[in-house]
T-cell receptor, first 115, second 117 residues
Framework: AQSVTQLGSHVSVSEGALVLLRCNYS??????LFWYVQYPNQGLQLLLK??????LVKGINGFEAEFKKSETSFHLTKPSAHMSDAAEYFC?????????????FGTGTRLLVSP | ETGVTQSPTHLIKTRGQQVTLRCSSQ?????VSWYQQALGQGPQFIFQ???????GRGNFPPRFSGLQFPNYSSELNVNALELDDSALYLC????????????????FGEGSRLTVL
């Protein structure tokens, strides 16, 4: 079964610093991978997705992620954090089960940005 | 704005009661999924409806049931509520060309937060 593991339930950075949120996947077949962001009291918004095309995926709000098969990783990065980036981030893998499809989410990483 | 709206936004129930949560999707979104997000956890897949029929279910008991209507609205019903059912319930929808692999974006609503006392 596909699964994703997010390392670090909380990550703290200063405004302007590099953001690195870690995600490792477990899959016996090439996965489809996603990063979602959840702001307080809101639903999930798609940041970016990997669907076996380019290994470096660019998303919204300056985020990007690199698919590394050798490391089974799909870490999310942003060169310079903004205060508005403070939110919960979820890595997810797309699982196909006999005709239906579902997202399998990690446990989330809360990004804290200090001035 | 995702075009997916959920109601109610918050509600409180007691153990043993029944609850109905509602979702209105974008026009044309023939696939709707429901997810349960417990506090401090990632969302977990409950089930999916495609063209008004359930075509996939996660590890949730039968007291979790749903409906999808032709007007792109849907419902999640939970019977015999338990304390552990307290969570944020998320509805997500997309257009699917079929039951094959479809990596089109899922559009999530803001959720209904259920508290069971």
């Amino acid at each position: 079964a596909q699964s994703v593991t997010q390392l670090g339930s909380h990550v703290s950075v200063s405004e302007g610093a590099l953001v690195l949120l870690r995600c490792n996947y477990s899959s016996s077949v090439p996965p489809y991978l996603f990063w979602y962001v959840q702001y307080p009291n809101q639903g999930l918004q798609l940041l970016l997705k990997y669907t076996s095309a380019a290994t470096l995926v660019k998303g919204i709000n300056g985020f990007e992620a690199e698919f590394k098969k050798s490391e089974t990783s799909f870490h999310l990065t942003k060169p310079s954090a903004h205060m508005s980036d403070a939110a919960e981030y979820f890595c997810a893998s797309f699982s196909m089960n006999t005709g239906f499809q579902k997202l399998v989410f990690g446990t989330g990483t809360r990004l804290l940005v200090s001035p | 704005e995702t075009g997916v709206t959920q109601s109610p936004t918050h509600l409180i129930k007691t153990r043993g009661q029944q609850v109905t949560l509602r979702c209105s999707s974008q026009s044309g979104h023939n696939t709707v999924s429901w997810y349960q997000q417990a506090l401090g956890q990632g969302p977990q897949f409950i089930f999916q409806y495609y063209r008004e029929e359930e075509n996939g279910r996660g590890n949730f008991p039968p007291r979790f049931s749903g409906l999808q209507f032709p007007n792109y609205s849907s419902e999640l019903n939970v019977n015999a509520l338990e304390l552990d059912d307290s969570a944020l319930y998320l509805c997500a929808s997309r257009y699917s060309a079929g039951t094959g692999i479809n990596t089109g974006e899922l559009f999530f609503g803001e959720g209904s937060r259920l508290t069971v006392l």
